[in-house]
């Protein structure tokens, strides 16, 4: 039996310039970091006592008889084929916070699913496979509208600047920041849920289809990219506030799907109470909300948002583990 933990990751600057149409042509690059608040997946090779040959259990449960082309779970089906298991598995997926909220929880799950079924082979492998065969088979063998961060985050882990298109397409880089810095930053911000949740895909198509008349906003974007490590190295940090606040404001021009009334209104209202900046968590629509803010104003922001479920994180850097390894016994194969 295999069970790898993988985490979700919380995206700062740079978010719509990790998608192919805006980076096979301009460079992209955002910042973004891991969380404590993980996808753990389950494995192990299925004894051929049962009727069914497969069982699968995320929020519901598939049960497949013969051929992998039965699995409805897209991701499943398509890893499966990718790594070419044809013998019978169970798979079972629990995950700390609910999925389609803006933590790129989809890429976690396939970055975790290849570390798990790779690991049930006996084989470890790299990091940076993991993300890049992640991003295959989510853009190639899925079809799905999805950018590359999410998969090279949950891989990698950690705070990082990962840069994308030209020589320099999927570099991560570790943002060599002191520990103080970073507890400082996490300091300043708080997690809100908004209630609802969102397919990516569909907010995430609309953003794509723009990128032609949204060239001005995204290269704005990425510049941001650049500023907000400027920022960490200085010594103002509120600024990354102020600068979290413009960025959002460019997001919410790219499509009329990232954001909502509602959400302007949330964030309106957490502006007032003393918030200097925040976004809309992943592509858009729904989902997490996070908001920077001065500590000694944080209870003004928890007035202002009551009725928000608040989610307590802390920054994490492993990326994708095999945190339980049983090997194959030769009793199932």
């Not at 995206?11 to 910042?31: C, E, L, M």
């Not at 970091?33 to 069982?55: A, G, M, N, Q, V």
């Not at 084989?123 to 999410?150: F, P, Y």
Request: proline letters at 3%.
């Amino acid at each position: 039996m295999i069970i790898s933990r993988t985490p979700f990751r919380m995206s700062f600057f740079g978010g719509g310039t990790d998608y192919q149409g805006w980076y096979k042509d301009h460079n992209g690059a955002v910042i973004a970091t891991t969380i404590d608040k993980y996808c753990y997946i389950t494995c192990r090779y299925l004894p051929p006592f049962f009727e069914h040959k497969s069982r699968i259990i995320y929020s519901k449960m598939e049960h497949v008889r013969e051929s992998i082309d039965e699995i409805d779970h897209p991701s499943v089906r398509e890893v499966l084929r990718f790594l070419k298991i044809n013998e019978g598995v169970e798979i079972h997926h629990d995950g700390d916070l609910p999925a389609r909220t803006g933590l790129g929880s989809s890429s976690s799950f396939t970055v975790g699913l290849l570390n798990s079924l790779y690991a049930l082979k006996g084989q470890m492998v790299t990091k940076e496979r993991l993300a890049r065969e992640a991003i295959h088979v989510e853009q190639d063998m899925i079809k799905e509208n999805v950018g590359c961060q999410d998969q090279m985050q949950a891989a990698y882990g950690g705070f990082n600047l990962i840069e994308f298109g030209g020589s320099n397409h999927l570099r991560v880089q570790p943002l060599t920041i002191s520990s103080e810095k970073l507890d400082l930053l996490q300091d300043h911000l708080i997690l809100f849920f908004t209630g609802f949740s969102r397919e990516a895909s569909t907010v995430a198509k609309s953003q794509i289809e723009n990128i032609p008349q949204k060239k001005v906003e995204l290269s704005r974007m990425h510049e941001m990219v650049r500023e907000a490590v400027d920022v960490l190295n200085g010594k103002d940090l509120l600024k990354f506030g102020r600068l979290l606040d413009e960025s959002w404001k460019l997001k919410r021009t790219l499509s009329d799907k990232i954001s909502s009334p509602y959400i302007d209104d949330l964030y309106a209202a957490a502006m007032r109470a003393g918030a200097l900046g925040g976004k809309l968590l992943g592509a858009g629509g729904g989902g997490f909300v996070l908001i920077f803010v001065e500590p000694s104003k944080k209870d003004k922001i928890r007035k202002a948002l009551k009725g928000l479920l608040e989610v307590p994180f802390k920054f994490e850097n492993l990326g994708s583990q095999i945190i339980f390894y049983q090997p194959y016994s030769g009793l199932v194969k």
